[in-house]
């Protein structure tokens, strides 16, 4: 039974949509990412969630929304998709918040390519 | 500015060697030093961890040499495997986790 599961896996799309892409968790944990890894690799952490509370914003632009229905869900969308928005996502979670250090369970990504 | 610094981007190594991927950091407030590995198409999970307090954690064939003053830490694997082959990121956590930049690790057999 998979921990952190988002779908869709795989997300191709014109410039200018809106798509979105949800999270679902099982472990119980209390703290929800959306990670953003980009073509390099990197990996950048977009929001954290705690309990339904908006705990990390980081520098995204306002087209990205985030939404947490409960705990175990954490949903992304985003609006007026732009070319530099490809890239994979990832849904994460943790039992405690990562000021604690705690371990982070990924899911397997969402790849969203802007035509 | 990136917090934490890792390199090299890639790596070949023989089966049986020794691989060895660096981390350097600036914050001294990092409490928590985390190696994720993860493989083509799937999402990053956990390797190895070690706190400050220590200065080696090994767990099998994986080793964490950690050096406060140097501000730096690196994964040691030995004698790797093809199954090893993946992409490895240390990270670095205080009120939330910085990634490194990612190290492609290819082991040949």
Known sequence: ?115 | QQQVKQSPQSLIVQKGGISIINCAYENTAFDYFPWYQQFPGKGPALLIAIRPDVSEKKEGRFTISFNKSAKQFSLHIMDSQPGDSATYFCAASFNKFYFGSGTKLNVKP
């Not at chain 1, 988002?6 to 679902?24: A, F, H, R």
């Not at chain 1, 977009?46 to 939404?67: A, C, D, G, Q, W």
């Not at chain 1, 979670?93 to 250090?101: A, I, K, N, P, T």
């Open chain 1, 1 to 115: 039974d998979t921990a952190v599961s988002q779908t869709p896996k795989y997300l191709v799309t014109q410039m200018g949509n809106d798509k979105s892409i949800k999270c679902e968790q099982n472990l119980g944990h209390d703290t929800m990412y959306w990670y953003k890894q980009d073509s390099k690799k990197f990996l950048k952490i977009m929001f954290s969630y705690n309990n339904k509370e908006l705990i990390i914003n980081e520098t995204v632009p306002n087209r990205f929304s985030p939404k947490s229905p409960d705990k175990a869900h954490l949903n992304l969308h985003i609006n007026s998709l732009e070319l530099g928005d490809s890239a994979v996502y990832f849904c994460a979670s943790s039992q405690e918040g990562q000021g604690v250090g705690g371990e982070l369970f990924f899911g397997e990504g969402s790849r969203l390519t802007v035509l």
